[in-house]
């Protein structure tokens, strides 16, 4: 019993003393803790980039709360009182690297959407059982962008769906039924300079015009090999002179349409 005792208390004597050295190493840096915040800081934000997944939000929050309490209870504790100082400036570290990524993060889909995505790999992360691949000139068909929001062609139910900027949904239009305004398999979906919103529609083999309401303005295409018709659509993209572009799966080909060979509607009328 006497030598369990002895060793406990030496134990303790041991920890006391280390946190005793760290307090007084500390207190010498004194006049140069300032110059430490940066390092404890990075090492906060290092822990952010580090984690596998994407933390909640509150995480950083309640770890600076906790550590700025406690740090304000143990006061009279030196040792703690550092460690937990130390603690609260990698706590800033980690809410800054959130609420960064919060504020420059780009629009994400609020569900799961299956799409043909095209661009130039730059970095690729494997990171069990998945893998996080950097991609630049990135092309996702399903998917049109414009200044202030996101068209997405859903071939699940058959309708096109609208969201905002930060993946709120807006509205959305077209079903599985007959009707020159429905779909039977919508694909591919391009935004033009005007805010017009063309869609293939690969089982009619047309192309529905759109204003950015959902109001449809005109179709062209239809099925054949001709110049003009189309076969199993697959695509679209629009460039900046308003030529259309439109990829063929059936004709396996790419026609051209530029903006005096639209339908007279699909030009003249405005969104």
């Known amino acids: 019993m006497t030598i369990a005792a002895e060793t406990k208390r030496s134990d303790g004597e041991r920890r006391a003393g280390l946190g005793s050295l760290i307090a007084a190493s500390f207190s010498q840096e004194a006049d140069r803790w300032m110059l430490w915040l940066p390092v404890f800081l990075a ?44 603690l609260m400036a990698a706590s800033l570290g980690l809410t800054v690297a959130q609420w960064r990524t919060v504020l420059v993060a780009a629009p994400v889909l609020p569900k799961e959407q299956w799409a043909d995505v095209t661009g130039q790999v730059l ?31 859903d071939s699940q139910v058959t309708s096109v769906q609208v969201f905002d900027r ?12 007959m ?45 054949g090999s001709t110049a ?4 199993y659509p697959a695509d ?12 063929e799966r059936g004709n396996g080909r ?4 530029a903006e005096e060979e639209l339908p007279a509607t699909a030009r003249k009328r405005e969104p």
């Open 43 to 86: 090492s906060g934000i290092g822990f952010y980039f580090a984690l596998p997944i994407e933390p909640p939000l509150w995480l950083g929050l309640t770890m600076l709360c906790l550590s700025a309490t406690a740090l304000i209870a143990a006061r009279t504790r030196p040792a703690l009182k550092w460690f937990l100082a130390v």
């Open 123 to 153: 970095d690729v992360e494997v990171d069990p059982p998945g893998a996080r691949i950097t991609l630049d000139h990135v092309t996702i068909a399903g998917i049109a962008v414009d200044r202030e929001r996101i068209y997405v062609t």
């Open 166 to 177: 930060k993946g709120n949904f807006i509205k959305g239009w077209g079903r599985h039924e």
């Open 179 to 223: 009707g020159a305004q429905n779909f039977s398999l919508p694909e591919g979906i391009a935004v033009d300079g005007k805010g017009r919103v063309f869609v293939v529609d690969a089982m009619r083999h047309e192309v529905k015009v759109f204003d950015a309401e959902g109001a449809l303005l005109d179709i062209f295409g239809g099925p």
């Open 228 to 231: 003009g018709s189309l076969l």
């Open 236 to 247: 679209i993209a629009i460039d900046g002179t308003g030529r259309v572009y439109v990829v």
């Open 254 to 257: 790419v026609q051209i349409f």
